[in-house]
């Protein structure tokens, strides 16, 4: 018995034993080889050029595998090798890359990735090799002729930066008779200007198919929500497409036959675009590859054929920055890019949405604060609704003036509620009342609600601004919680638990302003049951941006001022 008493603890012991190396060491090990496996396969794919000698509405709209890569590396190491074009704008700081003529490396000054000051400023393009790799290129595919690719070396023409006062020229041979010349030049902002030329100095012809295209390895973790679209995006034939990721993901890709227009990648308040030749009728694409999880936006120009002794040039651009309305606006009406502005999800209300996120911009920077900006914003909405408030006002005083004799209705109808319903809408008739007013400044509160909640949701301009106190970012929560007593217990509550010090403050002004409005209609169950609704809305707020609450809380207070202020005109005491 004791020898079986050993064994089985032997057994038990090793199989202990081999489970936690399963566990603990070769799990772990596999997973950490399947991850490198898959950014290799992303590296290898992002390395190559599309497929040489295809059609060219097919060549730049697949990325092929091929080539040897190695596996991911840090992108100060990738930014390291070989020779580079520094790009140096008031508003860009980064490099062009030699080799492939690439756009694989810019940070964007203005802006930092968290509200401290001395934090890094964002990154939006990264090289080929390195994590979150994301970079635009331009180049040709010809059948039988040597053309520039990924790993081409080209040849500065001249010395020096490429800033706004100085453009730099890239050259290429490709030892055949073809020569390729490209000038990059950039804006004071955020926009590339790609002029290409290409001379045919051989004796026979070649036939050229220029492409464009904008790739990612992998799209990045999504800041949005439900309502805001990250991901491919363009103008296609004069329709704004919004794409998702999960739209192209396994290996899908989708065509678009389109005169002009744009093209590109969008997250939250970054967009990088293929702005093509206005007139130029081409195809565009937006694919996607499972192996290594590539996404791409591209499209391909109609072919060119260069006899002996001929060239060919054309100007292309490319916009690589943060979606600031204004700037926007600007390259809309100025460079004629179409919709341009319409890269800022400002949703179906878009005639709501724009005009608001310029007033409240313009009041942000008129007041330097765009907290008190939204206050003011708040007081000028309010003033141009204040008719159709006021004959909500008169109404709820009237109502108030009848509840007495509403609830002895109630008391003498008791159970029979169709017999109440009918005395009331009798007495409401006599009285001139009429219960239904009430409804319409919420109806057109809620196109208002929604489409601020966009404003401060999408525009940059409310990204990292602050208000007074602990409010650091308007697009972001309320930082403070009720369940930490605002910061004076050691810890952190979960998402769930949030509940700042301005979302009760919404609340407090809710349970005001319905206790200043009457609830016709409604008996004591159900005027109880509304009762609850400030707090649900205060838990709602919780989680919404402090820009949003703070907006709802002055326009609370506001209206319980006009409500407390009519109803002492009409003889009715607020209760």
């Known amino acids: 018995m004791s020898d079986q008493k050993n064994l089985f603890i032997t057994i038990g012991l090793s199989a202990a034993i081999l489970l936690g190396f399963h566990f603990f060491y070769e799990a772990p090990r596999q997973r950490a080889l399947q991850e490198a496996k898959a950014k290799q396969e992303a590296a290898q794919a992002l390395a190559a050029p599309p497929a040489p000698g295809a059609a060219p509405t097919g060549a730049p709209g697949a990325v092929a595998a091929g080539g040897v890569a190695d596996a991911l590396r840090d992108r100060a190491t990738v930014l390291g090798e070989g020779q580079r074009i520094t790009i140096r704008t008031p508003r860009l700081a980064g490099s062009l890359n030699l080799r492939g003529g690439r756009f694989d490396d810019l940070s964007l ?71 390729f010349e490209r000038t990059v030049a950039v804006d004071a902002n955020y926009m590339f200007s790609i002029t290409q030329k290409v001379t045919n100095n051989g004796a026979a012809a070649v036939t050229l198919y220029p492409y464009a295209r904008i790739a990612r390895a992998s799209h990045p973790t999504l800041v949005g929500s439900y309502m805001l679209h990250e ?87 490319l916009f690589a920055g943060a979606k600031e309305m204004k700037l926007l606006d600007s390259y809309q009406d100025d460079q004629h890019i179409p919709l341009f502005n319409r890269a800022i999800d400002f949703g179906h209300l878009w005639f709501l949405t724009m005009p608001f996120s310029l007033a409240l911009d313009f009041f942000g920077r008129l007041l330097g604060n765009f907290g008190l900006g939204i206050m003011l914003f708040t007081i000028c909405l309010r003033t141009l609704m204040f008719p ?40 409401y008739k006599k009285e001139g009342a009429n219960p239904m007013t009430g409804c319409l400044p919420v109806l057109v509160q809620m196109p208002i609600f929604w489409s601020l909640y966009k404003v401060l949701s999408v525009t940059i301009e409310m990204r990292h601004a602050p208000f007074f106190g602990w409010i650091h970012d308007l697009s972001a929560p309320d930082p403070t919680s009720l369940f930490n007593l605002f910061g004076l217990l050691p810890f952190t509550p979960p998402t769930f638990l949030h509940l700042g010090v301005w979302p009760i403050l919404l609340g407090c002004t809710m349970f005001l302003l319905q206790k200043m409005t009457p609830t016709p ?42 409500q407390y202020v009519l109803m002492r005109r009409m003889g009715v005491k607020p209760t």
């Not at 293929?274 to 499972?290: N, R």
């Not at 409604?522 to 009762?531: A, E, R």
């Open 388 to 427: 159709l408030a006021q004959k909500q006002f008169r109404s709820a005083a009237k109502m108030k003036k009848l509840q007495p004799q509403v609830e002895a209705i109630r008391k003498r109808a008791g159970d029979d509620k169709q017999k109440a319903s009918i005395e009331m809408m009798a007495l």
């Open 521 to 562: 209609g409604m008996d004591p169950t159900q005027q109880k049951v509304m009762m609850t609704m400030p707090l649900v809305f205060t838990w709602m707020m919780g989680s919404l941006p402090a820009g949003l609450v703070i907006y709802y809380v002055w326009s609370n207070l506001f209206s319980v001022t006009q």
């Open 109 to 179: 000054q203005d802006y930092r990735e968290t509200v401290d000051k001395s934090s890094p400023a964002v990154t939006l393009l990264s090289p080929s090799g390195a994590p979150g790799a994301f970079f635009a290129e331009y180049g040709w595919t010809a059948n039988g002729a040597a053309v520039p690719g990924p790993t081409t070396e080209w040849q500065a023409a001249d010395q020096g930066e490429l800033t706004p006062e100085h453009p730099v020229t890239l050259r290429w041979d490709n030892g055949q008779g073809l020569t």
């Open 231 to 317: 991901g491919p995006i363009g103008l296609m034939d004069g329709t704004l497409k919004e794409i998702s990721y999960k739209d192209v993901a396994g290996e899908t890709s989708k065509s678009f036959d389109t005169k002009g227009g744009w093209l590109g990648i969008t997250d939250k308040y970054w967009l990088v675009s293929l702005v093509p030749d206005q007139a130029k009728s081409l195809t565009a694409h937006v694919t996607h590859q499972e192996k290594g999880d590539l996404y791409q936006t591209d499209y391909a120009e109609p072919s060119v054929t260069l006899e002996a002794g001929q060239s060919t040039e054309g100007t292309e651009r």
